[in-house]
């Protein structure tokens, strides 16, 4: 989508703060497109946001963009190409039954209890990363409240709760949860998001452009 441009151009687009990119869970991801469009690391500012409210810092101005998972339907906000695919994996304790797998299906996810839309989460998104049903019919029970990860971690780890998420979490789980590969949930296209009418500085213009041509080569 193109980018709206900065009413002030010339000396007034140098930055004179980093570009203040929204990440919610692992930074890895983050830091591997920053440094696929060749950006020092000091350029950029990693800005956490709660699940629950994925998109309030964005829209207070709180970030400059944000990395987002599927498709939105906000029409306040814009969002680009996909800049890669995140594999999905379902996490779950150490002890869980399906923990030792090499793969699990998702119709696997319907023998136990899941995690219901959080917050203000967009419901359609959440039926992406959780589906409502598997692909066989079965219903999927969304019955645990997501808070933070710091509290799905402990109910996966105290109960056999699961949740289907994605491999890139692996790198943040602590050694009693697993992350187990889906092999029939499709992996996540993975994009920037800003709001669309906002006047983005130049040097946020460039990140975006810079980022989404790395992934293109």
Partial sequence: MPLP????????????????????????????????????????????????????????????????????????????????????????????????????????????DAFSCPGDFPPYVWDQVVPPRTPGGRPVRRVHPMTTVEGMVDLLARSTAVHPSFRSLEDILPPHIRAVPLHDLPPAPVSLAWRRDAQLPAHVRQFITDVERSTRR
């Fill in 5 to 112: 441009h900065d009413a002030g151009a010339g000396a007034a687009d140098h930055p004179v703060r980093p570009v203040r990119l929204g990440v919610h869970g692992s930074p890895r991801t983050a830091a591997e497109l920053v440094a696929a469009a060749g950006r020092d690391r000091r350029d950029v500012e990693f800005v956490p946001y709660d699940v629950a409210d994925p998109f309030g810092p964005l829209r207070a101005g709180e970030m400059d963009v944000l990395l987002v998972k599927y498709a939105l339907r906000e029409p306040d906000l814009a969002f680009g190409e996909p800049l890669l695919f995140d594999d999905r994996a379902l996490l779950l304790g150490a002890h869980h039954p399906l923990a030792t797998r090499a793969t699990v299906s998702v119709e696997e996810v319907a023998d136990y």
